[in-house]
Structure formats: C-alpha cells, structure tokens
T-cell receptor, first 115, second 113 residues
Framework: AQSVAQPEDQVNVAEGNPLTVKCTYSVSGNPYLFWYVQYPNRGLQFLLKYITGDNLVKGSYGFEAEFNKSQTSFHLKKPSALVSDSALYFC?????????????FGAGTRLAVHP | EAQVTQNPRYLITVTGKKLTVTCSQN?????MSWYRQDPGLGLRQIYY???????DKGDVPEGYKVSRKEKRNFPLILESPSPNQTSLYFC????????????FGQGTRLTVV
C-alpha cells in the first residue's frame, strides 16, 4: 500500500536560516508526490509537485523539493526562512490503486520560524 | 477566480441532528472528494466522486453520505452525527489526470457535542 511518512512533528528554524521539512514515501510504481501548506484558518494550498524529470522541483513562495529515488524521499526546502512561512506542511503521494486516484497524506509537520 | 467553496466554515451541533456541509467548485473538475483532518493523522479520504452520479467510499466512510447530482456540487451529509465526527473537513476537486494537483476548500470545523 502507498504511504507517506513525515518523521518530524515540528521543525523550528530561525528567520533567514535554511529550512528542511522531511518526507519519505512508499509506493509501487512511479511516485507522484506533492507538498501542500496550511496556514491558520485556511485551506490547503498547493506548493509543488514531482511527476517526472528533474529531481529538484521549484514551487511557490520560494520553496523547492528534492526527489531522491534511492532514499525514497521528497524533502521540502527553502534557502532562507521567513516568519510568514510558519504553517503546517503536508506531503502527499498519489495513489492509483483501485482504478481511481486519491492523495495519501502524511501526518503533517508544523514549521515554526522564529524572528 | 478558480476556487472550491465550503459552507459553513464553523459548525457546532448536537449528537443525532442531521447536517449537510456544502461544497462547490467552479473549475469544471470531474473528480471531487472529502477529507477529514485530525491531529497526528493528516488528512484521510471519506468519499470521492469521479463524475456526476458516480460516488464511492474512501478510507473512513462510516457515518457519512455524499451525493453528486451536478458536476460543481458535492455535499457531505452526516445523518446522525456523533462526537467522534468532530473534526476539520476539507472538500477537494481535481481535474482528471495523473499529474494534476488538488484544489482544496477553506475547511469546515465541525464540533459535535
């Protein structure tokens, strides 16, 4: 069965420092991977996706993610964190089993960026 | 503006009182789904619909119903809510295709007392 793991409940980083939010996956076949962000009292917003091609994917708000097939990881990164990046981040993988597609989400990682 | 609209945003109700959470999308997407978000569990799919009049159970369908009479609308129905259905609910719509991202509504925070 497809699954996604986000090993950290919370990540703390100082403003201006690089940030990494970790995600590992388990899928049969080619992975279709996504990152979403949830700001307080808001819905989930799409950040970026990996379907095929370049292992470094660039997305919204200066975020990027690195796909690593050998480590089955898809970590979210940003070179310089902002306080406004503080939010809940979800990694997801598309599941095609059963003849339909759905997203399987990780438990989420709360990112706290301190001034 | 492309969007998924859920109503209400917040709802407090009592056990057993039927309620409906509405969801509407303006992107002409075929695929719509409902998720619930609980701390430490991420989002779990409740029901999905691949098109009008085509719906099926997701991972946690017990206690919920849905309908898809029109392409744009996908209401979630709780016929007899219970406290364990207290959660944050999200509706999502997706254009058919392997590499398409889902668009999510703003969420409905439901409390059942």
């Amino acid at each position: 069965a497809q699954s996604v793991a986000q090993p950290e409940d919370q990540v703390n980083v100082a403003e201006g420092n690089p940030l990494t939010v970790k995600c590992t996956y388990s899928v049969s076949g080619n992975p279709y991977l996504f990152w979403y962000v949830q700001y307080p009292n808001r819905g989930l917003q799409f950040l970026l996706k990996y379907i095929t091609g370049d292992n470094l994917v660039k997305g919204s708000y200066g975020f990027e993610a690195e796909f690593n097939k050998s480590q089955t990881s898809f970590h979210l990164k940003k070179p310089s964190a902002l306080v406004s990046d503080s939010a809940l981040y979800f990694c997801a993988v598309r599941d095609f089993s059963g003849g339909y597609n759905k997203l399987i989400f990780g438990a989420g990682t709360r990112l706290a960026v301190h001034p | 503006e492309a969007q998924v609209t859920q109503n209400p945003r917040y709802l407090i109700t009592v056990t057993g009182k039927k309620l409906t959470v509405t969801c509407s999308q303006n992107m002409n997407h075929e695929y719509m789904s409902w998720y619930r978000q609980d701390p430490g569990l991420g989002l779990r799919q409740i029901y999905y619909s691949m098109n009008v009049e085509v719906t099926d159970k997701g991972d946690v369908p017990e206690g919920y119903k849905v309908s898809r009479k029109e392409k744009r609308n996908f209401p979630l129905i709780l016929e007899s809510p219970s406290p364990n259905q207290t959660s944050l609910y999200f509706c999502a719509s997706t254009r058919t295709g392997e590499n398409t991202e889902a668009f999510f509504g703003q969420g409905t925070r439901l409390t059942v007392v």
